[in-house]
């Protein structure tokens, strides 16, 4: 049974709601922030990114760099730049990017069913980063950016989805990358219900992307425990901010890879052993995207081949079945000598919202070979994280990417809120 409940968000006024919308903070290195919020000053990026308010010799992770989130944040609420919603709500989020829409449910997901197994993961987290965002949500007593969860559809949920989708948004808006975003607030109380108890009959729902945001949430709610042995467990510090999506309204995009040297090989000799691996042969440009599970795209020497991958080498095993898996044992290690792709400097990863050409502009630029992935499907993901498994590294892309400051979940006691922005 899954907790996921409603929350009195708090988020932007309606005129301002386009400026404040950011991407995720973790897209950025520190100079391309900094950017962003010199264009936009009012971007959330701001807050997720304090250290963009500093000159460039303060450490991103400075003390003072939380202090400084926190005040620009609860400084917007008191000026009215963002309202607090009176009474827990759900809200609908809708993304539409290139002509498809994804609609997901904006709401808490409970720390326990994180701990517990119900909320799976399909990655490991690193306790350097996972540090920032555990700092940054402590400090600011609030969470700001949501974690992307996916559920298996579910029809109740769709209904009043849709229905709510009838009436006018309390947001629309087309960002600068030519998303568009649309919000709808379920104030309804026999929705709410109706909700709630839907979820509760869902057994696993899963992390799509944010697993760093995820863990990080979940360590200061277990922090706050800590501090208020007395706790209810009602206390807002033990839910995290979520989107949940229907698994059928997701896509996964392919995560690319391209590799700095032939580990020795001439591009003949490479081209060569490739042929004893995979069934090789050349390929128009305009066939170069893979097409099926089982077969990637390679861009060697000026030209694209399509490699397939033979059936007997695809184990009946939800990871090592994976596309990328088998690139990984077939050829980037024994081949290649990239043992771990997580450290190795000779690999790099190439989303695949960039597209191929950029693959082609890799090679010419600083890689001597690409290869172009099929995605990995959202039942794969699934698979892998009901069996308690996990992908190797770059295995996702989603998009469209959630933004940050839309929704923010206050995570301070009761009674204790810092501004009235009602």
Known sequence: MAVIRPFAGIRPCREKAEKIAALPYDVYNREEAKREVEGEPE???????????????????????????????????????????????????????????????????????????????????????????????????????????????CETINRIVERTKQNEAEYDFTASDGIRHRVWIIQKEGDIKALKEAFEGIHEIYIADGHHRAASAVKVGLKRRAEHPGYSGEEAFNYFLSVLFPDDQLMILDYNRAVKDLNGMSEEEFLKKMGTIFHVKPVAEEFRKPENAG?????????????????????????????????????????????????????????????LDELERRCSLDCKAAFAMYPTAIGQLFAVADAGLLMPPKSTWFEPKLRSGLFIHYIGKPGEFPVSCI
């Open 43 to 153: 971007s959330f990026l701001k807050i997720d990114r304090a250290e963009t308010q500093f000159d460039d010799s303060v450490d991103t992770y400075a003390p003072e760099v939380y202090e400084r989130a926190h005040d620009t944040l609860w400084k917007m609420v008191e000026d009215g730049d963002f309202i607090r919603d009176e009474k827990p709500c759900y809200y609908v989020y809708e993304l539409t990017m290139d002509g498809r829409t994804q609609t997901g449910i904006t709401a808490c997901a409970s720390i326990d069913d994180y701990q517990n197994g119900v909320i799976k993961k399909h990655e490991n987290t690193r306790e350097e980063k996972e540090q920032d965002r555990i700092r940054h949500v402590d400090v600011c007593n609030a969470q700001t950016g949501p974690i992307f969860l996916a559920y298996r559809s």
């Open 295 to 355: 077969e990637f795209s390679m861009y060697l020497g000026g030209k694209w081949y399509l490699c397939t991958i033979d059936g007997k080498d695809i184990p009946d095993d939800p990871v090592k079945s994976l596309d990328v898996s088998l690139l990984q044992e077939l050829l980037l290690d024994p081949v290649l000598g990239i043992s771990d792709p997580k450290t190795d400097t000779r690999i790099d990863f190439v989303g695949g919202i960039r597209g």
